[in-house]
């Protein structure tokens, strides 16, 4: 494979185009691969890349452990402990580039897409360059939602990526250096260490929860005449923190707060940003209150990239917030793009529209009615492709179904009960009100890479229908499994060594042990045995030195 200027390109007037030049027959299928974070990483951990010639491009060459940013943000694990080279991830793999560009356009007619190097010294458009494919998976991410909030940009900071966690752990400790400047008035002393965190998600209770822990671990100990002047505060728009958690965990972290000082303020908007003050309302009262600030950090939730939306409306996808995709993670509107992690999301299929069909399929004799052994075998046969089922299950609105099912004294086994197609439809007429678009997570991302690789692992040995992994169905005919979340349970460390955990089961465990647990789960999810040995390594550090408050 060369370089070489292609001037027939019209994406721009000096775009260069890379291309195969091997013998088109034989060469092995581009697959592209846009981002490097927890989708596309996880996607190339596992792909078989001996079957492919893999090209990754992303703006940034390394990989981000997302789940301990707010701990970077207090000192607690340093920034290069989380990060790791995509370099490094791919060394052993055959077949793999990576160039350091932006994405700027994805032509999905003529299979190329058109890249921007990242270079700061490079004039803008000078050096773009385009990349053709076979494949191309789409695993961008998303990015901060301002909902056009005026002053964030210009006042608030996010909480996103390595250098926004390194920028706010310089800004409190400058927030408290310039507080501590000789000659300021109490209230200027009070305005500068008010720090203000605008939304309730975990990430924004993480943050809160870091930075609590730093002052009163470790800053206390240096400007203690600064103490009675500092003030944590956490805005949520909703009636509760945590609100995505159990609402055991949700009044946990609040009587946690509560007891460490956090002023938790729910039911506020936020209007806007100023220098040193947020303007917001209280929804309850209508009225406008003013909180003054010293620094703020925006987590209120992800927006779409503007690639992203100008791609989407190019394959007809408008007014979507991601990326619509099938279950198999196959982009809806064109061919051969795979779109996963938060820039997409997938469309479910609603049960009733199917039933049916899916009655047909199940009242084997044709009888129109379906006995209970059929029923129960109508389900389990599609609760694969219908996930609100086990969800629906799982929150018992069926028991009572179930359990006429379940009595063999009321109806023999295979014995015929009065279940016709209107009686099919009632019994599953809720089943629906349980879809929910999966989280926003490195979970769902990471799962989602893993499974997309194995159906392109899978794809040489599945020639006949080359499209991921076959299933055999009982009718002879081929079917693929289609992408199957899996949730294992969140975390959300409240800090004072105290967590609080969403375990599979409805278990919800909070405490010190569960921090133990936290800190055992997030050492064994770490890419590489680097960043696990320096994770663990930066908090023994900790717990023996305490955190480093240098700029
Ligand atoms: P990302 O990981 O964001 O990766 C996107 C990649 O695309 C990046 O490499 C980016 O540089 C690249 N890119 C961007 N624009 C372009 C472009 N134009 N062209 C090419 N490449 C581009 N999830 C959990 O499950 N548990 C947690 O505890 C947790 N904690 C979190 C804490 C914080 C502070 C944050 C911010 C997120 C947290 N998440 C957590 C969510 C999780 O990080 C995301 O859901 C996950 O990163 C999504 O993966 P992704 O691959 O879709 O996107
Ligand atoms: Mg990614
Ligand atoms: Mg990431
Ligand atoms: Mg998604
Ligand atoms: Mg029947």
């Not at 379940?406 to 279940?419: F, H, K, N, S, V």
């Amino acid at each position: 494979c060369v370089l070489y200027a292609d001037a027939s390109s019209n994406a721009s007037p000096t775009a260069v185009t890379i291309k195969e030049c091997s013998n088109p027959v034989d060469r092995k299928k581009r697959i592209l691969v846009l981002g490097s974070g927890w989708a596309g990483v996880s996607f190339l951990k596992s792909l078989d890349c001996t079957l492919y010639d893999v090209h990754i491009i992303s703006p940034r060459n390394f990989f981000v452990f997302t789940p301990l940013l707010p701990s970077v943000t207090a000192g607690t694990v340093e920034a290069r402990s989380i990060t790791e080279s995509i370099r490094k991830i791919v060394l052993k793999k055959q077949n793999v580039k990576y160039s350091q560009a932006n994405c700027m356009n994805i032509d999905s007619v003529n299979r190329k897409v058109l890249c921007r190097p990242v270079a700061d010294y490079l004039e803008p458009g000078k050096n773009d360059f385009e990349v053709e494919y076979d494949y191309l998976v789409i695993a961008v991410g998303a990015q901060a939602n301002t909902f056009n909030t005026p002053g964030v940009e210009k006042y608030c900071h996010f909480l996103k990526e390595i250098e926004d966690a390194e920028k706010i752990r310089e800004s409190i400790v400058d927030c408290f250096e310039l507080a501590a400047l000789p000659y300021l008035t109490k209230e200027e002393r009070s305005q500068l260490l008010h720090f203000v965190t605008v939304g309730g998600g975990p990430t924004g209770v993480e943050f809160a929860a870091e930075l609590h822990d730093l002052v009163y671990e470790d800053l206390c100990k240096l400007y203690p005449d600064l103490m009675p002047f500092v003030n944590i505060v956490v805005i949520q728009s909703g009636d509760h923190i945590l609100n995505t958690f159990d609402q055991r965990i949700s009044h946990f972290a609040e009587q946690k707060f509560q007891r460490d000082g956090i002023e938790v303020k729910t039911g506020c908007r936020v209007l806007e940003i100023q220098q040193n003050a947020i303007i917001m309302k209280e929804k309850s009262t209508g009225k406008k209150v003013e909180v003054p600030h010293g620094m703020v950090v925006w987590s209120t939730g992800i927006g779409t990239r503007p690639v992203i939306a100008q791609f989407m409306n190019q394959i007809g996808q408008h007014d979507r917030r991601a990326l619509v995709t099938d279950e198999w993670l196959r982009v809806k509107g064109c061919e051969n793009v795979y779109a996963l992690g938060d820039c997409a999301t997938i469309e479910q299929r609603k049960l009733l529209e199917d039933v049916a069909y899916i009655f047909t399929l199940a009242d084997k004799d044709n009888s129109g009615n379906l006995t209970a052994t059929e029923f129960k075998e109508a389900l389990d046969s599609i609760r694969e492709r219908y996930p609100q089922i086990d969800l629906y299950l799982k929150r018992q609105h069926m028991k009572d179904v179930m359990k006429i099912l379940d009595d063999p004294q009321t109806y023999g086994e295979g014995e015929r009960i009065l279940l016709d197609v209107e009686q099919f439809k009632k019994a599953l007429s809720k089943v629906d009100a349980q879809m929910k678009a999966l989280p926003a997570t490195a979970q769902v991302a990471a799962q989602q890479g893993e499974y997309l690789s194995r159906c392109f692992n899978r794809r040489k040995k599945c020639e006949v229908e080359p499209e991921g992994p076959l299933r055999v169905r009982g009718d002879g005919r081929h079917q693929f499994h289609p992408f199957v979340y899996k949730h294992l349970g969140q975390f959300a460390p409240l800090g004072g060594e105290q967590a609080a955990a969403e375990l599979p089961g409805d278990w919800v465990s909070v405490g010190r042990s569960t921090q133990w647990l936290w800190y055992s789960v997030y050492a064994s999810k770490q890419v590489s045995w680097r960043t696990r040995a320096l994770v663990i390594f930066d908090w023994s550090k900790r717990f023996i030195f305490g955190r480093d408050s240098s700029r």
